[in-house]
């Protein structure tokens, strides 16, 4: 018979890695982060050293704005860009990997921002092209956020 304790035991090790952001919010600050999310400000703009355009974003809102994913329509395809997140009173440059040439016509963009509950939020608009910002129009639908 073999000795208690003379095996190894099976064991199981498990990591995580969390990431929380807090944000404080003093009281009185005009608006809601709702808000902020819905009044982001669109447009393209060149990339520096001539690499293509980028989709700026502009938050005048007092709140931050976290972007999941911006899809932008162009030329029969949607084109996608990373998350990000928009600061207050601030800006965003979104780098989409396919855009090499300035988009013609109007563009009607969709993003999804993520809520204080965690929950994805996704609003429709329009992209200023010549260097003039167009406003988000919002939509109603939400889910939770998906790995």
């Known amino acids: 018979m073999p000795k208690a304790g003379s095996e190894p035991r099976n064991y199981m090790q498990v990591a995580f890695r969390s ?14 982060p709702e808000e902020a999310a819905e009044r982001l400000s669109w447009s393209i703009r060149p990339q520096a050293a001539g690499k293509g355009y980028l989709l700026h974003a502009v ?14 329509p162009v030329t029969g395809r949607e084109l996608e860009s990373d998350s990000g997140m928009v600061p207050p009173g601030g800006s965003y440059d979104f780098v989409f990997k396919d855009l090499k040439s300035h988009p013609a016509g109007e563009l009607k963009l969709r ?9 994805v939020v996704v609003h429709q ?23």
């Open 125 to 147: 608009g329009l992209v200023g092209l010549e260097g003039g910002a167009a406003r988000a129009a919002p939509s109603v639908t939400t889910g939770l956020v998906s790995p």
């Open 111 to 119: 993003y999804e921002s993520i809520n204080d509950y965690g929950a």
């Open 19 to 32: 990431r929380l952001k807090l944000f404080y919010r003093p009281a009185g600050l005009p608006g809601t």
């Open 59 to 72: 938050n005048a809102s007092p709140y931050h704005v976290t972007v999941n994913r911006v899809l932008l």
